[in-house]
């Protein structure tokens, strides 16, 4: 059975850094694309990064451009997502996905079906 497992969240203060983990397990990570998604209270799910199939393209929406990076260590069975001088505007609970034959670009999220449950991220002074 596919599994995701969000580590890493809590908080933190504004400037600070966090860095987000997603174990992977009950699946050859091979053919799949992962994304990460945030939801703010009261707020929509959102994207906020995807790493297509082929693995060479790493899509971030423009608010986290520059400061979130996405990673992926297939000998890990693991997917990260760094964050760097986060902004209140950033707490959210975040989450990771997984998706078969993930496309480039913004069009990566439309291949997510796996989901996990997801970890809280605050940011405040």
């Known amino acids: 059975q596919l599994q995701l497992v969000e580590s890493g969240g809590g908080l933190v203060q504004p400037g600070g850094s966090l860095r987000l983990s997603c174990a992977t397990a009950?699946?050859?990570?091979?053919?799949?694309?992962f994304a990460w998604y945030r939801q703010a209270p009261g707020k929509e799910r959102e994207g906020v990064s995807c790493?297509?199939?082929?693995?060479?393209?790493?899509y971030y929406i423009d608010s986290v451009k520059g400061r979130f990076s996405m990673s992926r260590d297939n000998a890990k069975n693991t997917v990260y997502l760094q964050m760097n001088n986060l902004k209140p505007e950033d707490t959210a609970d975040y989450y990771c996905?997984?998706?078969?034959?993930?496309?480039?670009?913004?069009?990566?999220?439309?291949?997510?079906?796996?989901w996990g449950k997801g970890i809280p991220v605050t940011v405040s002074s």
């Open positions: 009950g699946f050859t990570p091979d053919g799949y694309g």
């Open positions: 996905a997984a998706g078969l034959y993930a496309a480039a670009g913004r069009y990566c999220f439309y291949a997510m079906k796996h």
């Open positions: 790493i297509n199939t082929n693995r060479d393209d790493i």
